[in-house]
């Protein structure tokens, strides 16, 4: 153990956090399980309330473990952390890996919004399902998800984030594919599961390379952060843009695009929205898809080792933000057009990343979990009440005869077009701000996806809410949801609000960057000490602020003038709803933006895939080998006529030989036992 | 202890063709309580070891070796003893419906081949290990002739007998051969005699043992029994041939290929590790092209044991270890997979995969069952299919490492690693056209719920594979030691060949195919 173990305490009840919703995913299993066939199925108030409550209790005691932590004195440099060493899960070579728990600043962070988010989204969740004969069942997967996202940010060491890592993957798939007598909807659900699976085998190779980069500097082989972090930080001068790191880098990148829906495995993403709209707003929207984040921030000391795959990274984020942002404006799925604009936000966070700043990427985490999960939740509301009507064109108005929604959903729209106090305002400005230091280029197309952003978003709120009512559904008999859906879409309507300030810090402590700071800070000095011209680095010195105020504001400014410039724009166009095209399908080639990318894995990967397969099926393996095997055991058969009677299968003698290999093999062990009573 | 396992199951053969009528209920119920005691004894001696049985048999005729009759109790041979006497209960639940009356010939002969299993699997002598390695073929095509699929079972019978049996007859020459010139045939002396052979002598040894196992794995392209041979057998009969009978294969590799011929093993690895990545990338493609739920079974362990033999071949620790897991975790995933389909097969008569559709409607806890079963058989963490392949794919990377530098260790372990994508693929296919959609097909509409016996004996085995996800301590704990003494040889030769003409391994995967399929073809002619 390491002078690292000094920084952290050992807390057993850490491990409640994780427990208590797979205790709710049992329950609430079993219920489903044993109801499925009773007239009335489980008790639907029982489900729901553990549900609730479990990740509820997880949110609580994360709120108590992070004030434990804040008492956690740490020595200069270290980070402080809440640890649990769990028990001893399996030997990989030399490395004894532990199922163990880590809680530091980065963990407590992601987990605050996993499980108050998620606590939010579950009681949400109890209303819009209420009517379905599967809640139980919605219910235990849904608590099944949040242990998997406990256990990834959770995790100690990189196989136990792997273990969440698969486990979202496999509540997505059970979630995408919920209603699953539609094979449109299990079509989803594998697709999100192959792709992601793509992705997690460059996840592994990554960790093997990783490995592979610990034993080259001689060090000890570990998959612990903490002792990972050591290593490489270290050993960064031997490692720097070392063949080895680069590769494990871009390996774990790849694990991230799967994951994160970048470039090129974002496919499965729009498709997922298949599931029930809480499961977008829980997993595909606020928790699930920003785990590519958390592993870069988690691997900071890693990444910022690699300078071509932060190159890498920022360059797929930006065509990642800017096709999903132009994807986004062309779909009348109003579920499609979120499902576009988290693949455009979490191009915005990996852009963060890729500038060498993983607090601005978290905080942008933090931001946007809030906001897109009013929005996903708030449209949730909407199309529960137009009974399962998700076309924008037949929507509007909604404004008067939905008020709570249509206010969270006005604050989140605020956040998200990142006008002046809302959430995505501070995070927004602060990547693009990040992103002009580290090249001007950078901003400019940061820039203009922040302005598509204000315009798509614009032109949702304007056909759903703002123009005259067009649905199918009388107006009269519309109103807002009752208060478990409501409720929450509000609380988290005032998130989008005011989680940004926190950047500023109440009561003096700016929370992000100096909360963050012991576990990315040093990294990112690192990067910035290692990337930034002469000058820029002595810009560094008094860095976050201070100087540079006048650049900062101008920049400010200017984007915030694109985004209400580019708004209103939008409004003026769409107030009223024009039905241009209104033929054109939900799903046609305008509304799947991933179409020219599913086209190209559907011709040069699955069909030959399965083209290879039946090839080698049918051709070599039933037409060149079996027949070659057929005519030797023809000769065979041919003289041994003895054996042909067996062939037949004639009972009589196939038992006769049985019978004889019996009593042989009896011989052996009653000659062994006899003997054995000698010795 | 270990004489009283091996003794237990040709007992219990007994006491099931005298104990019991012709009613197949009471064979079975019988069956099932010797069943599940002998294997609560395998459990035992995996958990707490047992001391080996050793002591001098006869002298081989024509040799001046002495044969012993020897019983290991190590981490390996007890776990392997437990993997094909615990899937016993499941075997005989799975064929109980479509059996009815004739169980309790099935159950003598299920017995006696657990039996023959536990013998090879246990034994410390090459000649035991031999015998117990043939005679198994006897009891498994009796149960293939008997209550095979009716139109097939001739042709599978025929392919599987001779096709293993013409495997494995190089390897008793060669066995002859290493007991004429040593003074023992014990396992752990054979090492001692191969090193005092001639280089084509030892080279010829080699490739006659290395042929036996490859068509017992099977390896590709030695592979084209199995397909048909799965899709005829009874359900349960598959449940041990695939879940442990095929494990001969690779457990030869570990106990009786690469310790006894380590030079040989280090300088042909890359041919194994080459057909290990043919078979696992061709056979998880053949399985996505499969209509017969049995076969895709088949082409899915080609798959998952072409990665077995991988690992092996890498010699690291990792993958010596990972070997040993995912043979037990395959056991498991693949035994509750086969019994699920056999239950499929009972109720229906069918197994075609597009044959149901909306069977989680009719039948819940078989759907719930079907997708854990599935689950884990691609691997999911937690799962002990996931702990084997970690550990082998990074075997792999390790060893390609040392040998081949970065890219080649990544080209070969993305290619050994696939498995995990299309594994998911035609697992999850498999899942999706049984058990969803709203509109049952033929066999879909006359499935009914899975009963409570069967799916207790699905259920524990997937309790089996999830507490092995999570504690796979309990097998390497006892096993480590003995795995990595049997690579130590090995690796060391390897080092030693590495250093003289560089890379090893890999000539390079795409064109190396076709010649070895062509030889193949050239061979059995």
């Known amino acids: 153990m390491g002078p690292s173990m000094l920084s952290s305490e050992s807390v057993a009840w850490l491990w409640l956090i994780p427990l208590l919703p797979l205790l709710g995913f049992v329950v609430n299993g079993v219920m489903a399980l044993t109801g499925a066939r009773s007239k009335a199925g489980p008790s639907r108030g029982f489900a729901s309330f553990i549900a609730v409550l479990m990740p509820a209790l997880s949110f609580a005691l994360t709120i108590a473990a992070a004030i434990k932590l804040a008492g956690v004195r740490a020595p200069l440099g270290q980070a402080a952390a809440l640890d649990h060493q769990g028990f001893s899960w399996f030997s990989l070579g030399s490395i004894d890996l532990h199922f163990g728990l880590h809680f530091d600043a980065l963990t407590s962070l992601m987990l605050l919004f996993v499980t108050g988010i998620g606590s939010l989204i579950v009681l949400y969740s109890s209303g819009y399902m209420a009517a379905d004969r599967g809640l139980a069942r919605f219910m235990s997967y849904l608590n099944l998800f949040l242990f998997s996202m406990i256990m990834l940010v959770m995790g100690d060491n990189i196989l136990v984030t792997f273990l969440g890592w698969e486990g979202v993957g496999l509540c997505s798939y059970l979630l995408i594919g919920f209603w699953h007598t539609d094979h449109a909807n299990n079509d989803a659900a594998r697709k999100a599961f192959i792709v992601n699976r793509i992705g997690d085998l460059g996840f592994l190779l990554g960790v093997f390379a990783l490995l592979a980069a610990v034993s080259s500097v001689d060090a000890e082989l570990t998959l612990d952060y903490v002792g990972l972090a050591e290593v490489f930080r270290g050993n960064a001068a031997a490692l720097q843009g070392s063949a080895l790191v680069t590769a494990a880098t871009v390996l774990l990148f790849i694990g991230c695009t799967g994951k994160s829906a970048q470039i090129p495995l974002m496919v499965w993403l729009p498709d997922a929205m298949a599931g029930p709209t809480p499961v977008s707003a829980l997993i595909h929207a606020a928790t699930m898809v920003t785990s590519g984040v958390f592993l870069l921030a988690r691997l900071s000391d890693v990444f910022v080792l690699a300078p071509g795959t932060m190159d890498l990274i920022t360059w797929i984020a930006l065509a990642t933000m800017l096709w999903a942002a132009i994807a986004a404006l062309f779909q009348w799925d109003i579920k499609k057009v979120l499902a576009y604009s988290t693949v455009s936000q979490l191009g915005f966070m990996f852009l963060a990343a890729g500038v060498g700043r993983f607090d601005v990427a978290l905080f942008h985490v933090f931001t946007h979990a809030f906001f897109k999960a009013t929005l996903f939740l708030g449209a949730g509301s909407v199309i529960h009440e137009l009974h399962h009507e998700q076309d924008m064109r037949k929507m509007g108005g909604l404004r008067k005869v939905m008020p709570v929604t249509f206010a969270s959903m006005v604050f989140a729209w605020w956040a998200i077009c990142g006008l002046p106090g809302g959430a995505g305002f501070f995070s927004k400005d602060l990547i693009l701000e990040y992103a002009f230091e580290a090249n001007p280029v950078l901003w400019v197309i940061a820039v203009a996806a922040a302005a598509l952003t204000a315009f798509y978003m614009t032109r949702l709120m304007c056909y759903t809410f703002w123009s005259k009512p067009r649905s199918d559904t009388p107006v009269a008999k519309i109103h807002d949801p009752d208060w478990r859906m409501s409720a929450p879409v509000f609380v988290l309507g005032l998130g989008s609000l005011f989680s940004g300030l926190l950047w500023f810090g109440v009561l003096d402590i700016a929370f992000f960057s100096e909360y963050l700071a012991p576990v990315v800070g040093r990294s990112q000095a690192q990067f910035a000490a290692l990337h930034e011209t002469a000058q820029a680095v002595a810009e560094g010195a008094a860095d976050d602020g201070h100087h540079g105020l006048g650049k900062m504001i101008a920049l400010m400014a200017v984007s915030v003038a694109v985004a209400a410039a580019a708004a209103s724009a939008a409004y003026f166009k769409f107030r009223s709803a024009p039905n241009s095209d209104s033929d054109a399908p939900v799903s046609g080639f305008g509304a799947a933006w991933t179409w020219g990318f599913d086209r190209v894995y559907e011709t040069c990967l699955v069909k030959p895939t399965m083209v290879i397969g039946r090839f080698v099926d049918r051709v070599i393996d039933q037409g060149a080998i079996a027949p070659a095997v057929r005519s030797v055991g023809g000769m065979v058969d041919y003289l041994g006529a003895g054996y042909r009677s067996f062939q037949r299968g004639q009972l009589r003698v196939s038992l006769a030989i049985s019978v004889l290999c019996l009593t042989l093999i009896l011989g052996v062990v009653l000659m062994d036992l006899l003997l054995g009573g000698v010795h | ?525």
């Open chain 2, 1 to 525: 202890m270990l004489s009283l396992l091996l003794a237990a199951p040709f007992v219990a053969a007994l006491v099931c063709v005298l104990g019991s009528g012709r009613d197949g209920f009471a064979a079975t119920r019988l069956a099932l309580v010797m069943s599940v005691v002998i294997a609560g004894l395998a459990g035992v001696v995996a958990i707490n070891g047992a001391t080996p049985v050793d002591m001098p048999w006869f002298t081989l005729w024509g040799t001046g070796a002495t044969v012993h009759f020897s019983l290991l109790g190590d981490g390996i041979s007890a776990w392997m003893a437990l993997l094909a006497l615990g899937l016993g209960p499941a075997a005989i639940l799975a064929s109980r419906v479509s059996l009815g009356d004739k169980m309790r010939e099935f159950c003598a002969g299920l017995f006696a081949l657990q039996g023959c299993l536990v013998g090879a699997f246990l034994a410390g002598d090459v000649v035991q290990f031999y015998f117990f390695f043939e005679a198994g073929l006897l009891p498994m095509a009796v149960l293939l002739a008997m209550f095979g699929d009716p139109e097939h079972r001739r042709q599978a019978t025929m392919q599987f007998f001779l096709y293993t049996m013409l495997g494995s007859i190089l390897m008793l020459v060669a066995i002859w051969y290493l007991a004429a010139h040593g003074q023992s045939t014990l396992i752990s002396d054979l090492p001692a005699t191969v090193a005092g052979l001639s280089p084509t002598a030892r080279t010829a040894c080699f490739a006659a043992f290395a042929l036996a196992f490859a068509v017992k794995t099977p390896l590709m392209p030695f592979h084209s029994w199995q397909a048909p041979v799965y899709a005829a057998c009874p359900a349960g009969a598959a449940v041990v041939l695939a879940g442990a009978m095929a494990k001969l294969g690779t457990y030869g590799f570990l106990r009786l290929v690469v310790p006894v011929f380590p030079e040989a093993s280090a300088q042909y690895a890359w041919v194994f590790i080459l057909l290990g990545v043919i078979g696992v990338v061709l056979g998880a493609l053949m399985a996505l092209a499969q209509r017969d739920l049995k076969r895709m079974l088949a082409f899915s362990s080609l798959s998952h044991l072409g990665l077995v033999v991988i690992g092996i071949f890498t010699f690291e620790n990792a993958g010596l270890d990972g070997a040993v897991v995912q043979m037990v975790a395959h056991g498991l995933s693949v035994g509750a997979l086969f019994l699920l389909i056999g239950v499929l097969e009972g109720r229906t008569g069918l197994r075609d995969i597009d044959a149901f559709g909306a069977v989680a409607g009719r039948a819940p806890v078989y759907a719930v069952l079907f997708v854990c079963a599935a689950l884990a058989a691609v691997a999911l963490p937690g799962t002990a299919g996931f702990v084997g392949e970690v550990m082998l794919l990074y075997g792999t990377f390790s060893g390609l490492m040392a040998c081949c530098g970065l890219t080649g260790a990544i080209v070969v372990t993305l290619l050994a690693g696939s498995s995990l994508i299309f594994g998911a693929g035609y697992v999850l296919r498999a899942t999706q056209r049984l058990l969803y959609g709203n509109k049952p097909e033929p066999g879909g509409a006359r499935m009914s719920e899975i009963t409570g016996a069967e799916g207790t004996a699905v259920g524990v085995l997937l309790v089996a594979t999830l507490v092995l996800g999570l504690l796979p301590s309990l097998i390497t704990g006892r096993s480590a030691e003995t795995t990595h003494a049997l690579g130590a040889g090995a690796r060391a030769a390897r080092v030693v060949a590495c250093g003289t003409d560089g890379c090893c391994v890999l000539p390079g995967p795409g064109p190396a195919e076709p010649v070895v399929m062509v030889k193949e073809a050239d061979d059995a002619e």
